[in-house]
């Protein structure tokens, strides 16, 4: 089950169901199958808090996985500051809506197993953002 939440902010505006569906198949592409998903949508402030209380990291971020995985089935929470999705989405100049959907399924491919922080992971963390946007 995958549900969304916001605190302190307005919820954006995502087809919930369609959203779900996407995010199944992309767990399917890698074999897994999609267990308890939690969204929370907040605002920069409430993610600098999450990011120092349980990583120790003084720095804001546009998403923090909580992984609770076990065997092929993918659980976890995953926070996500929208000030930080619409301060990229126009850094990179895309749109609002893309960057969002592509910080929501960042969160789904790191509990794929895919991770973005040694050498060429970004790369790889990209090609696999881009190849699931695809899928929407």
């Known amino acids: 089950m995958i549900t969304y939440n916001a605190e302190g902010v307005k919820m954006p505006k995502i087809k919930r169901r369609d959203t779900t569906a996407w995010i199944k198949a992309v767990a399917a592409s890698y074999g897994r ?17 999450v990011n120092r209380e349980y990583l120790g990291h003084d720095y ?22 929208l000030d930080t999705v619409r301060t990229n989405a126009s850094q990179f100049g895309k749109s609002y809506e893309e960057e969002l959907h592509r910080v929501i399924i960042h969160g789904i491919l790191h509990l794929c197993g895919i991770n973005d922080k040694g050498p060429g992971e970004r790369e790889k963390m990209e090609a696999a953002e881009n190849k699931a946007l695809e899928l929407l």
């Open 33 to 49: 199958r999609v267990g308890e998903i939690g969204y929370m949508f907040v605002d920069d402030e409430k993610i600098l808090e």
């Open 60 to 81: 804001y971020t546009d998403i923090i996985t909580f992984d609770y995985d076990e065997g092929d089935v993918i659980s976890g929470d995953l926070v996500i500051s």
